[in-house]
């Protein structure tokens, strides 16, 4: 069993900040990646940010400056500070795991941008 929990969306206001939060848990003996994606109605899912296990992080080019990906001195948690927010940032935010075996997904997070 392998258990992906996202937290901390809800509706922000344009220019303000919201901070997801992931926690992985179960049988995940190796973590390679954590990562952030997200997916509006109607389209597809793309990557948003993602951390390895040795610290390196990727950004799509629509968030470099505004978002920052973190993750515990454990590593079996990911952070995402979300700053500048923009009404286009509007979409359910997921996280993923991955790990030796494969990859792991959390339920969502809605994150709505609007005034």
């Known amino acids: 069993q392998v258990q992906v929990v996202e937290s901390g969306g809800g509706l922000v206001q344009p220019g303000g900040s919201l901070r997801l939060s992931c926690a992985a848990s179960g049988s995940i003996f190796s973590i390679y990646a954590m990562a952030w994606y997200r997916q509006a109605p109607g389209k597809q899912r793309e990557l948003v940010a993602a951390?390895?296990?040795?610290?390196?992080?990727d950004y799509a080019d629509s968030v470099k400056g505004r978002f920052t990906i973190s993750r515990s001195n454990r590593k079996n948690t990911v952070y995402l500070q979300m700053n500048s927010l923009k009404p286009e940032d509007t979409a359910v935010y997921y996280c993923?795991?991955?790990?030796?075996?494969?990859?792991?997904w959390g339920q969502g997070t809605q994150v709505t941008v609007s005034s």
């Open positions: 993923n795991v991955a790990d030796d075996s494969g990859d792991y």
């Open positions: 951390i390895t296990t040795i610290g390196s992080t």
